[in-house]
């Protein structure tokens, strides 16, 4: 019987498959497409302390292989969350990984403080991509400083598995995984989106309401390898790799080259059975190749 | 039940200069589609470029031959693509998803809007509404002749088809929403359905109102996922309270009650 | 009329349209698609002050909507260059940009003292990517000091302008731009690659004998429009734009976004035909939009 | 003249399990392609996914006709989608591209010795070789019956065929350079043309050499661009003066001669 659970700073999970943040709400809308409980885990929508609108205007557009998004972390807040949709999460059999935001430590801090103490969290996920307003707008993942503040704040706020998104959009990804293990943190998730931007040569105006956004899908997987594995040999705690992830094949790559577990994005946006897919792929694959037990191919990357 | 599934192409042809018809075989998805939904589409079975599945109506459902149509405009790289499928091609879709138009059986004499492309989801609630026995008013509004579709399919539907374009090329100059000031003058309507560019369906909705008309219309915003989760088509509602509130046109619409509906783009 | 010429940094090109370093050799192969003088530019295959074998393996992986190469810069060497394909490029009319590579500042520094002084070249362009041997392997175009250092070294060595080309795997390019303009550059070229890697998970081993290599391709079209906007508003010497360019409507995005010039770069692999193509489909465009003057849509992009 | 062309899909159908034919529509790359060179394929037209362009040797060269052949085996994306096209699909192509082989007059007795898929170049060499009527033994190896291709071909070209195959499931049990060994201790050849799995090539050239005739050898490797440029399909030489320099495979062979090819990978 091949086995295929993981444990991922603490939390539990009978397969590897996450959803990534922000591209499968709270799970109630896919619940039209299969049971999530085939799921290792869910990664929910980003909640801050209080409620945040988005961004105006055009918040999505294609790009070749991927897409851009700036949706601007559109969410209810995390009462709305702890009220309507955690106690739902609750019956259902994976593990909850509560995605939070924040424009300040104050609101990392006070998000934190609400969401403490709930059951049936299985660990917080911390986005460092959000701009720190009080620094004009620079992503805290982007400073190793600014990254390990947010992570002592959280960490001294909580006991649950705090795992941090990292930004790839660094000079050195390793030297920002570092800091927040330094600070404090039990696992990293990587990459969060490319920053890019796409024009409309018609009106010679960008095409999202926001000029720039988040690029994800297919096109970032290479870069995504890369950093997972250059994170992988810098730091001891766990990591979830995204980036691209639409086929068992690109799960199991991430695995490789060092990812303990994986998260499907804007695969869930083209083919709502994505995720579903891949943890049956991952398990024929690892049958096919007579691995009994998943954790074997983590960092098993073969080189030289 | 929300579908994922592999569909045939059985035909693909132009009804327009630029503007396609295609018939699909994805029994389950034509088995419980109703008027007003919609279809996600990927052109390319086996690739993933582009990327992102394309929203369009459903223009025509045959659960007998599990059959569903759409209708498509050249605008870019994904309708390109589409435009070179071929009897027996594969596509990717996702359907039937959105919410479908209301119909209530006091409704007796109903008046379709629609403006361009936008009559697509008004075709197959044309068939429904005759199903249903009542008097049906289509009121169709175009650029030009050669831009117009669907009429035949409204007339083959018994609906009382009148046409506005905006050269005169065929039936009255001007716009659809001066068709309907007309007949709501003239005639008993209970219940309008609209879709079209975004000020027309503005203005049909002022109208209805100002008529004492309930109206629903159907928004068409550009979409990630077309199952809820991307948050990139979203739509402002006026809310009971008198506060405004964001909606997802892909999941908790397409279809809205007019009055609601904020149109500010 | 409408006006297609322009000039970056002194140097003058009938149309906005070069090859990128590297995608294009020296000329001669393209030679059997279409006279070369069709193009604004060609900037040849990197050269150093003496030759390199590049690097073993696998050189090429296929990802999506792109690729990625770790061919290591083999090239004959300046000599070699200057012997061979210098006196055939001299009779084409274009503009001659010379790719500069280097290990150390004296392998830079030999370089251009080998090249400065030579009839018919245009420009020089610096490939500050190349690891620093001296600094770990440290790409140069990752530093501000590291990138300037190498900017002065040749800057003193020749009146040629000097178009600098930068690294996108840095966490501010604006930064890395505003100190090679400070350190007397004449214009940047930008993006670079993306560092990315690739896994073959039938062997489990990366790919590419490098492991890891540089990503190309409309996949980095995104990332490199963001780039060239953010370096356009930091510094005031042109920028030549890159990154993914396959088309017309690609190249005038740049051009939108602030580039003076654009270069082709793995387009010309996948259609020979591709950089006159965008030639050509610039002009059209010019003529259909009615502006007189290319100069006119630079850093043009229409925002609010 | 190398030429960047629509070419046009008239047949594509399975001569193997797994391995594939596609007759294309090209008639400038027929009237100039010359037995050894090749083609590379972008099996969507219009889509730049997959990104890079397959090489595939032309294994039917038709001038009057004005179409091209190639063989290929199902690997992965590119020709998954290959094996989708359909008559009147459109592809795109460079070609020829690559240097063929060098046929001299004095050659008279002629062996081709394949591996596999190698048999690809081969095949419009055999047609070339019956024209000048020298006489040809085909001497084919395969790792069993089900992935034999091109044998037939070349017997109707009147190649006298020889097989062996891994498994002894046709002709003979063993390596296809035993039954070359055989062939040069019988007969006397003059000239070698081969194509086939590096380790088979580098055997091939040593026996060859062992019995002082020339050979050529059309070698394959991952490439990038096709045309020369991106330096992706570096193979070895060596040199008059003994050293070893890097060549391309796709602009400065495919077809090298044996004795210069440093077989190290």
Request: neutral net charge; proline residues 5%; aromatic residues 6%.
């Amino acid at each position: 019987m091949t086995k295929t659970a993981v444990n991922i700073a603490g939390i539990a999970m009978k397969n590897p498959v996450c959803t990534a943040s922000g591209t499968f709400g709270y799970g109630d809308e896919f619940g039209k497409f299969y049971d999530i409980s085939r799921l290792g885990g869910i990664m929910v929508k980003g909640v801050s302390a209080e409620p945040w609108l988005g961004n105006k205007g055009v918040r999505i557009a294609e790009t070749a292989s991927g897409m851009l998004n700036s949706v601007g972390l559109q969410n209810p807040g995390v009462d709305y969350f702890l009220e309507h949709y955690l106690p739902k999460l609750r019956k259902k059999d994976l593990a909850v990984i509560v995605n939070m935001v924040g424009h300040s430590v104050e609101e990392y801090a006070a998000a934190v403080e609400k969401l403490d103490g709930h059951e049936g969290i299985a660990g917080l996920e911390v986005n460092i991509s959000c701009p720190n307003l009080k620094a004009g707008g620079l992503a805290y993942g982007t400073d190793p400083k600014m990254a390990a503040e947010v992570t002592t704040e959280v960490r001294k706020r909580t006991k649950l598995p705090v795992i941090m998104k990292l930004s790839p959009n660094v000079t050195s990804i390793a030297e920002i995984a570092r800091a927040v293990e330094a600070a404090g943190a039990d696992g990293v998730s990587l990459i969060n989106t490319l920053l890019g931007m796409a024009i409309d040569v018609k009106t010679r105006r960008p095409i999202l309401g926001n000029v720039v956004g988040g690029l994800s899908g297919p096109v970032i997987k290479p870069v995504a390898l890369r950093m997972v594995w250059q994170v992988h040999q810098a730091v001891q705690i766990p990591i979830i790799g995204r980036g691209g992830i639409v086929t068992a094949s690109d799960a199991i790559e991430f695995m490789l080259v060092g990812a303990t577990g994986v998260a499907i994005g804007c695969g869930n946006f083209i083919n709502p059975m994505t995720a579903v897919e891949v943890v049956d792929g991952i398990k024929e694959w690892l049958d096919k190749e007579g691995v009994t037990d998943i954790n074997e191919i983590i960092g098993g990357l073969r080189i030289g | 039940m929300v579908l994922s599934a592999k569909g045939q192409v059985l035909q693909n042809i132009a009804v327009q200069t630029g503007i396609y018809e295609m018939t699909i075989s994805a029994p389950e998805i034509a088995k419980s589609a109703i008027p007003g939904q919609f279809v996600m589409v990927r052109p390319i079975y086996r690739s993933f470029e582009p990327f992102l599945n394309r929203p369009f109506g459903i223009s025509n459902i045959n659960a007998v031959k599990g059959t569903i149509n759409i209708l498509y405009i050249i605008v870019g790289k994904g309708t390109d693509l589409m435009r070179e499928l071929r009897e027996g091609d594969d596509v990717f879709l996702i359907g039937p998803v959105g919410n479908g138009f209301t119909i209530k059986p006091e409704q007796k004499n109903i008046a379709l809007v629609a403006g361009g492309m936008g009559i697509a989801p008004l075709l197959p609630l044309a068939k429904t509404l005759r199903e249903k026995g009542v008097t049906t008013y289509g009121l169709m509004g175009a650029s030009k002749a050669a831009a117009l579709v669907g009429t035949d399919a409204w007339q083959e539907n018994g609906v009382q088809v009148q046409i506005a374009t905006d050269d005169g090329s065929v039936g009255q100059r001007g716009f659809v929403t001066a068709l309907l000031e007309d007949l709501l003058n003239k005639e008993k309507i209970d219940f309008i359905y609209c879709c079209g560019p975004t000020p027309m369906m503005a203005c049909t909705v002022e109208i209805a109102e100002k008529h004492g008309v309930p109206i629903e219309v159907s928004l068409e915003k550009r979409m990630g996922c077309g199952i809820g989760v991307c948050m990139g088509c979203i739509c402002k509602l006026k809310e009971a309270d008198g506060s405004v509130k964001q909606y997802r046109v892909c999941y908790d619409g397409p279809v809205f009650r007019g009055e609601e509906v904020v149109f500010d783009d």
